[in-house]
């Protein structure tokens, strides 16, 4: 038995690790070592740090007489461990010509094959329940920084005059997008969170029941059509739709509209991961903020789901994950028009939650502790994935969280109202 779960391991710790470097195949080495804003790591250093987390907490800890690649590693690729010891600033990642892209090829050869190693020839380490939860933990945060590695080079590449392809644009993304109509959840309790023998981030537990009114969601994601009217209509100038803290911000844009957005001789275009295009009306928008979200929903007479609200309308509409939905395994990076209900994949969904524990929230033990405990302030949460997103790191109760103005990821609108 035990035999056979690592045999599992290695093959899905190969395969994970590869679709980090297969998403890297069309970058120029230049492409590796930009860092735009803050926001926007090198994608070399996603590809070192996530290297650095396998080696640092698992081969370090289990492997007998394992030498660490460069000792040096743990100063360039700690993201924000405190317990780990200092770090480049993550404003700094940019400045560091060295280690190159290829010394960082290597350093990945090299903890894979000292990785897959340990998992062959001591595989009893698998009952150990720190150990087994280490590794898993490694493998679902290098899913996150492949998301994090398509969403970066996006900004990267979209912030080039040149406004460089990354990937051929598939056929089968054009059509028109149907009318929204509403599905409606009668008032109860609900439980919400992880509940089972899975994986799931301790941001997800404890299990627990809520009570939420009589409400409906929107059965699609909100079009780039239906924002244009919303800015059309002067969205972006009309203080009475905005938050206070959002209708500064919304003040300060160069250009009133989603990020990517460009207007050239009164038609509007955006930059999509196929290169710059005119604006397709029928496709989901994205790369919105919260406030802009919010203004929207505003603007509509309508509002933005809870958290809760969103759980409860996915777990009633899906057993699970859909085949239909649009995740970075299609290849597509760029959201569809509806093909379905969209509450997996597209877009992450702005909710109206602002990120907090949950009732008895088990933080992780350690320095895993510092995953997610510790950013549970002025952060609002997102659900359901993203065309970025990898198809088996996704679930109903998963809990993304952004700030408030941030955009550069795949963030849309599905709206919502009380009954």
């Given at each position: ?5 690592a045999?599992?391991?290695?093959e ?23 860092q735009p804003?803050?926001?926007v ?7 070192g ?6 080696e640092?907490f ?5 492997a ?59 595989e ?47 056929a ?10 509403w ?10 969170g ?6 799931c ?55 009133k ?32 903020s ?5 203004a ?15 759980e ?19 290849r597509?990076?760029?959201p ?9 994949g ?6 109206a939650?602002?990120?907090?524990p949950?009732?008895?929230y ?29 198809r ?6 998963y809990?993304?969280?952004f700030h ?12 919502a109202?009380?009954?």
């Amino acid at each position: 038995m035990i035999a056979t779960v690592a045999t599992n391991l290695r093959e899905r710790f190969k395969t994970i690790r590869q679709q980090t470097e297969t998403l890297c195949q069309p970058l120029q080495t230049e492409d590796f070592v930009v860092q735009p804003i803050v926001d926007v790591s090198p994608p070399k250093w996603h590809l070192g740090h996530t290297t650095w987390f396998f080696e640092n907490f698992l081969l370090v800890k289990y492997a007998n007489n394992y030498q660490p690649f460069n000792l040096d590693y743990n100063y360039f690729f700690n993201s924000y461990y405190e317990s780990q010891g200092p770090r480049v600033l993550r404003s700094n990642r940019g400045n560091m010509t060295r280690p190159s892209v290829a010394d960082i090829f290597r350093y990945r050869k090299h903890v894979n094959e000292h990785l897959e190693n340990l998992l062959e020839t001591k595989e009893q380490l698998l009952e150990n329940e720190e150990f087994a939860l280490t590794l898993e933990v490694g493998l679902q945060h290098e899913q996150q920084h492949q998301e994090l590695l398509v969403t970066d080079l996006k900004y990267i590449l979209g912030n080039n005059p040149l406004f460089p392809m990354y990937h051929e644009k598939k056929a089968g993304m054009a059509g028109e997008t149907r009318l929204a109509g509403w599905r409606e959840f009668e008032n109860g309790l609900h439980e919400i969170g992880h509940r089972g023998d899975g994986f799931c981030w301790d941001n997800e537990l404890t299990a627990h029941q809520v009570f939420l009114e009589d409400f409906a969601v929107q059965d699609r994601l909100v079009t780039n059509g239906e924002y244009l009217e919303f800015m059309q209509d002067g969205g972006y100038g009309r203080h009475e739709f905005w938050l206070m803290e959002g209708w500064e911000w919304a003040k300060t844009l160069e250009e009133k509209a989603p990020l990517y957005w460009y207007k050239i001789e009164g038609e509007w275009w955006n930059y999509t991961l196929h290169g710059f295009e005119k604006l397709n009306p029928h496709l989901p928008v994205t790369h919105l903020s919260y406030f802009e979200a919010d203004a929207f929903a505003n603007w509509k007479g309508l509002r933005l789901p809870t958290e809760f609200e969103w759980e409860i309308a996915c777990k009633l509409t899906h057993s699970s994950v859909p085949a239909e939905a649009n995740f970075v395994e299609e290849r597509l990076f760029h959201p569809t028009v509806a093909n379905g209900t969209q509450l997996f994949g597209d877009a992450w969904e702005w909710t109206a939650s602002a990120y907090l524990p949950y009732p008895r929230y088990p933080r992780f033990k350690g320095a895993l502790g510092e995953y997610n405990g510790k950013f549970m302030v002025n952060q609002m949460v997102l659900r359901g994935g993203s065309v970025a997103t990898p198809r088996s790191h996704i679930r109903a109760t998963y809990r993304n969280f952004f700030h408030t103005d941030k955009r550069w990821q795949f963030t849309g609108i599905r709206l919502a109202k009380s009954l």
